[in-house]
């Protein structure tokens, strides 16, 4: 073989290994590029332990967000603010926590366990009674009849309800005939049963589907010396978390609350 030949071979086997090179490194890269869009696809979970006065506003607003996120599956977690503060004190998973109040979002924060805090919304406290009913005040109980309030330690309903009657004078007159509920939506299911004959609730427990209930008769709105204000934190470091603060100060998600008779 001359060397001309002994060249040729040479240059040609360079050729083939480098193209084998190639062809392996395109093979990761392809493998590389598809394992990147399955992460991108695969589901992530966003958690939000959320008071049960936005049982409904809450999934306007979860439609929303899915909009920009859609490859995210949103759980709530609905209850009293104090007890679900308590739970995430605990160790319950939670991303976010969107209180009736600004005191348990406040405790959160105070023991580092909430962040990027926000107060997204005001609302309103409400007297409600029986449907059929006529009467104006708490003074018109009568009897064994029963007056319905949110558990004072773990409902802001429920506090706020006793401040007005501590206020008013009327507690002392009326603390034998109370009843107390989990939630501002247990109030309201006492007294559209008849389980309890007045009941005092949100303002935006009257409406569901944007239609105000014809179920109980709303007798009058309380005057409270502070207004209800709500408040939301991020309770994990995930980004998602992050996201959905920065969501809720959008005008998209002002929209939807002032929808669901929300004060923003």
Known sequence: ????????????????????????????????????????????????????????????????????????????????SGALRQQIEKGAPADVFMSANTKDVDALKNKDKAHDTYKYAHNKL?????????DSSVKDLKGNEKLAIGEVKTVPAGKYAKQYLDDQGLYNSVKDKLVYAKDVKQVLNYVEKGNAQMGFVYKT??????????????????????????????????KLAKEWMDFLKSDKAKDILKDYHFEV
């Open 1 to 80: 073989m001359n060397i001309k030949h002994f060249l040729a071979v040479i240059a040609t086997l360079a050729i083939i290994l480098a193209g084998c090179s190639n062809s392996g490194g395109s093979d990761d890269n392809k493998k590389s590029s598809d394992s990147s869009n399955k992460d991108n696809d695969k589901k992530q979970e966003l958690r939000i332990s959320a008071a049960a006065s936005l049982g409904d506003v809450s999934k306007e607003l979860e439609k929303e967000f899915k909009k920009d996120h859609k490859n995210v599956d949103v759980t709530f977690n609905y209850g009293g």
């Open 126 to 134: 409400v007297l409600v009674g029986d449907k059929n009913s006529d």
């Open 205 to 238: 427990d009257l409406y569901t589907d944007n239609k105000k209930t014809d179920k109980v008769n709303e007798i009058k709105e309380v005057d409270l010396k502070k207004p209800i204000t709500y408040e939301a934190g991020a309770t994990s470091d995930k």
